[in-house]
């Protein structure tokens, strides 16, 4: 994490010989991993991954928007909702798919919508099955969102990167029995959430 804050700092303050240095390093530090995240996460061909890892990039490293990265959030997990997003928007422009948003459901992303606009019961096990359900997707989200900074971060790496306690572990630096009491405690979290807005899960 450290050594990021050192190249998202040249980046936003360097030179631009440093700035293009930086670049390169996050780029080749992440590239796989976005990559991995898509392929495992969506269905598509080989260019439009392409695509979506270079928008990716194109968008986290660009000048104005990385200045806009809050430091409390973690910088991998920050690409990968680019990532996440840029993936969606080419699946849109290329299906035309009826992909719901937040801003859908509340007419304002800031604002809570009523439980009576969404109700559903589903039993899904894996990210995979969530990201396949894009209305349900942005429920969950969007209630992910209002938990804790701490939980709402393992949670995302849990139920929707399907990551173990050990991997986040290595990703966030938090000892493995931490981020188990982390999840555990955020997923009741989660469940109370989704039930004020009309969502069961059976299996989180």
């Not at 990265?69 to 990532?83: D, G, K, Q, V, Y």
């Not at 209630?143 to 849990?158: F, H």
């Not at 000892?175 to 109370?192: A, C, D």
């Amino acid at each position: 994490m450290k050594n990021d804050l050192q190249l998202i700092s040249a980046i936003k303050d360097g030179t631009s010989s440093e700035a293009n240095v930086a670049i390169t390093k996050i780029y080749n530090k992440y590239f796989g991993f976005i990559n991995a995240f898509l392929r495992k996460n969506f269905t598509a061909s080989d260019d439009m991954f392409q695509d979506a890892v270079a928008i990716t990039f194109s968008k986290a490293l660009n000048v104005k928007r990385i200045k806009a990265w809050n430091p409390e959030a973690t910088f991998s997990n920050w690409l990968l909702t680019i990532a996440f997003n840029a993936m969606v928007d080419l699946l849109r422009k290329e299906k035309k798919a009826d992909f719901i948003s937040v801003e859908d459901l509340t007419g304002d992303e800031n604002k809570d919508y009523n439980s009576s606009q969404l109700e559903v019961t589903v039993d899904h096990t894996t990210g995979q099955d969530l990201l396949e359900d894009r209305e349900l997707l942005n429920v969950i989200k969007f209630c992910i969102a209002k938990l804790s900074p701490v939980q709402k971060e393992v949670i995302n790496y849990n139920l929707i990167d399907e990551l173990n306690d050990v991997e986040i572990s290595e990703i966030t630096g938090r000892k493995p029995v931490t981020i188990r009491v982390h999840i555990s405690r955020g997923k009741v979290s989660l469940q109370k959430l989704l039930k004020e807005r009309g969502v069961s899960l059976e299996s989180i």
